[in-house]
């Protein structure tokens, strides 16, 4: 019987199916900890679909890396996703509660409705630890972002670290970024294990 015909069996979400095969494709390293993400999950919400811990034995040595080690973090984050492609702040927020840097994940679709969550969250002194910024966006891009971001004012912002996350390979873009104050860039798609020890160089 073929993963596809047993994932099927065990009748798994297909939302996760879909994000466990793309990852299969695209970011092999982060298979065995996404694998016991959902097992946990469907076991804890005692869901009717799936018997994680049969999952978990039978399907997941077909698909995990037996020699990947879990990834460790001293601190939690408050992180806040920027993009306008829902699959990627999907992928990443996915990510990021599966390796536990992060207790507070929040998602914006363009940098006006990031600004506009900034603002509130400093009246509420909830500010995020950190921001993955797309380039690419409609409303206000990222880099109308970083320009207004530079001149709001939001207290103890200088306290966050932002990221730019793209998919552009342009030197430009990186270079106008730079000027606007970025030092980190990360290019889609990202694996699990360069996310993740970006922001922990970032915010130890």
Not at 1 to 16: A, G, H, N, Q, V
Not at 40 to 66: G, H, M, Q
Not at 85 to 99: C, G, P, Q, V, Y
């Amino acid at each position: 019987m073929t993963t596809e015909s047993r994932l099927e069996l065990f009748k798994l979400d297909p939302i996760d199916q879909k994000t466990l095969f793309w990852m299969m494709d695209n970011k092999p390293d982060s298979v065995r900890s996404w694998i016991n993400y959902i097992s946990n999950t469907y076991k804890r919400n005692r869901t009717s679909v799936i018997d994680a811990e049969k999952f978990f034995n039978e399907v997941a040595p077909e698909l995990a890396d037996n020699d990947m080690q879990p990834l460790h973090h001293r601190t939690t984050k408050s992180i806040l996703l920027v993009d306008d492609d829902k699959t990627f702040n999907f992928l990443h927020a996915r990510m990021l509660e599966i390796s536990g840097i992060s207790d507070q994940i929040r998602t914006t679709l363009n940098g006006v409705q990031a600004l506009e969550l900034l603002k509130k969250s400093s009246l509420e002194e909830n500010l995020p630890d950190v921001i993955l910024l797309d380039l690419s966006m409609p409303v206000m891009d990222g880099f109308g972002f970083l320009e207004a971001f530079k001149n709001a004012d939001i207290p103890d912002k200088d306290s966050i670290s932002i990221i730019v996350v793209t998919s552009s390979s342009d030197n430009r873009d990186r270079n106008k970024a730079k000027e606007l104050g970025i030092e980190r860039f990360l290019t889609k798609p990202v694996s699990e294990k360069e996310l993740i020890e970006t922001i922990s160089e970032l915010t130890p």
